[in-house]
């Protein structure tokens, strides 16, 4: 089955970057449409932070246009967020997300991260 592990949380103080990494495990029997980036912090419903669509292209939340770049390597086995600039509203926990097809549709969210954005 398809499993996601998400890294590279942590604390960071406001104005710092870091980068966050999604490996991908039992994909080699499906095909991935979307793979991207949420999050949720306390109190408010989860977001999309970036995304890659079916076709390549990416969607970015307003508030981190500019800020985050989303990629992914070759094999699309691991989706990475870079994230620069950061403030005290880029606090909470980051998921990593993919869906795709393989004997069906699917769809499946990894653990997340804690990222802790410091005065």
């Known amino acids: 089955q398809v499993q996601l592990v998400e890294s590279g949380g942590g604390l960071v103080q406001t104005g710092g970057s870091l980068r966050l990494s999604c490996a991908a495990s039992?994909?080699?029997?499906?095909?991935?449409?979307?793979m991207g980036w949420y999050r949720q912090a306390p109190g408010k419903q989860r977001e999309l932070v970036a995304r890659f669509n079916g076709d390549g292209s990416t969607n970015y939340a307003d508030s981190v246009t500019g800020r985050f770049t989303i990629f992914r390597d070759k094999n699309k086995n691991t989706v990475s967020l870079q994230m620069n600039n950061l403030n005290s509203e880029d606090t909470a926990v980051y998921y990593c997300?993919?869906?795709?097809?393989?004997?069906?549709?699917?769809?499946?969210w990894g653990q997340g991260t804690l990222v802790t954005v410091s005065p």
């Open positions: 039992g994909t080699d029997d499906c095909r991935i449409t979307t």
């Open positions: 997300r993919m869906s795709g097809v393989a004997v069906g549709y699917f769809e499946r």
